[in-house]
């Protein structure tokens, strides 16, 4: 897959984004939206994001939520772990995927988000997910 640059020059997408994409869009309840436009893809469950994904990026960077003490310790030992751009830096992290942040540190990661928000949401809620 390829994207086209600001000068219109294609480049090919990280091989992953896809991969990425469709794990988190497996959860029950999981939407995308592109409510910041199109560069970024939000992953949300109800109306709660859970996840964005800076898809033209190569290699391809994810914001996900993250217990503040967990993130901390992801941080010191992986250097593709920062604070997410434009987020909360104590609960939300940005990967770079390759280097120290694999497919699956990633699945792991997005599983643990996801269930961050799930958890956040009312009983209704979260039987409505569950039901989906």
Not at 50 to 63: Q, T
Request: aromatic fraction near 8%; charge should be negative.
């Amino acid at each position: 897959m390829t994207a086209k640059r600001e000068t219109g020059e294609p480049r090919d997408l990280d091989p992953l984004m896809e991969k990425l994409r469709d794990y988190m869009l497996e959860k029950s309840g999981s939407v995308e939206e592109f409510p910041f436009g199109p560069q970024v893809m939000v992953f949300r469950v109800v109306s709660k994001m859970f996840g964005l994904m800076a898809w033209e990026e190569n290699p391809v960077v994810i914001s996900l939520k993250c217990d503040p003490e967990r993130s901390q310790k992801l941080r010191e030992e992986h250097a593709g772990i920062n604070g997410a751009y434009h987020l909360n830096k104590k609960h939300w992290h940005g990967l770079e995927m390759g280097g120290s942040v694999d497919f699956d540190l990633a699945k792991e990661l997005m599983d643990h988000s996801y269930d961050l928000v799930v958890a956040a949401l009312t009983a209704k809620e979260q039987e409505h997910v569950r039901r989906l």
